[in-house]
């Protein structure tokens, strides 16, 4: 198939997926088409999607695309959706993630060592958001559990992998200006 | 009289006062409260006072700090204890600070004792930076939406087929079972999420497992019982895939890729 016939064919599985699809995926479903016109399809289609400049976009999230609606017509969505906007994270839980998010795999003590309080409660919100998971376990005495950010975090966020996430030498200079 | 009306005048002065009192302290409340722990109070105060994080005034700092933490516990704030090891630390620092350097001692062991402190407080400001970027991207991909879910295909008789094929399979090993006679009586205490991990650990060490081999394993019915209800919960986490190649063959596991 040309590039031109695998849009719309793309299109049509973005939409219909409940998670954001990869590459590799649609490349699945499309059997018998090289991943590079797969790619150069969804590359071109993501340009002309998001050029119509219309209530929708087409991005890449936790390693897949997705449609979704502009953030800027939440306001009428949410009126015909009826849904209050969900329970926002505390500091604390936050502060926590972002730890975790850069400093993952990491254990629940060092992350005690890096934030000086400690944050269980925080931890187990983070764990039954499913924002974290637990991924094994350190291999010394004590064998205590690692924890990393998971896929739900990186859509969450709205990141295409952890490489989006911010600078953290950004933040070094707030105070010595 | 005289008496009669400065005492009136006293208590009316007092209860303005006191009123205004109660809306400084709300305020106080408000802003001493926002402060989640001792490092974001250092923060404030280095900020505050306008000094260089990297040469911290340590008897000013630690000063302001202790005051603000009087008034947290005037103003009936409950104070943490981290607040007063904090305290404890800053005293400590100080202290160290104005003991005269030990002059026998080399160049590389007198430590600035400010500089732990320092690092912690970098280090914070670092992620709570990147915990405020990360809030306001929350905040934006709240406001995106996605198409509402879509009706699972129940009625797909592929689907339908695998699930009851896989009891057939069970049915088969549990009947044979019972033709022996004895069976080891096991006490096996293990859990449905212990099972799931163990098929998922098997997975990673082979590409497939023959559903078949894994029923006939089981050392107890209770055991097969938990297998069948492991592997039907995998297949609706949509962790594995079960195929069979030939319409009465055995049924095989596949660990199912993660996107």
Redesign the interface.
Known sequence: MTVDELKPIIESLI??S?????V??LAALLEGESMDDVQAAADQLTEEFNARAGGL?LRQL???Y???????F?EY?RRY?KSQ??A??S??A??T???I??KQPITIPEILE?????STSAIKTLLDRRLIVAKGHKQVVGRPMLYGTS?DFL?????NDLSE??N?????D???S | MKEGLSQETEQSGTAETQSEFAETTDQYKVKLSMFEGPLDLLLYLIRKEEVSIYDIPIARISEQYLEYLRAMEELDIGVAGEFLVMAATLIHIKTQMLLPRDPDAPLEETEDPRNELVYQLLEHQKFKGAANVLHQRAMMEAAAFTRASMDEDTDNPEVAATVFKLFEVFKEVMDRRQAISEMEIVRDEMTMAEKIAEIKLMLNNSAEVSARTLFERARSRREMVLIFLSVLELVKGLAIRLTQSEIFGDIVIVKREAA
């Open positions: 939409y219909v409940e998670e954001p699809i990869s590799k995926q976009e936790a390693g897949g997705r449609i979704t609606t502009r953030p800027e939440s969505v959706l906007p969900s926002r994270l500091l604390a936050l502060e993630l972002a730890v998010a850069y890096i934030r000086g309080v400690t896929k859509i969450h966020f709205g990141l996430l911010p953290l030498e950004d933040f070094e707030l105070m010595t």
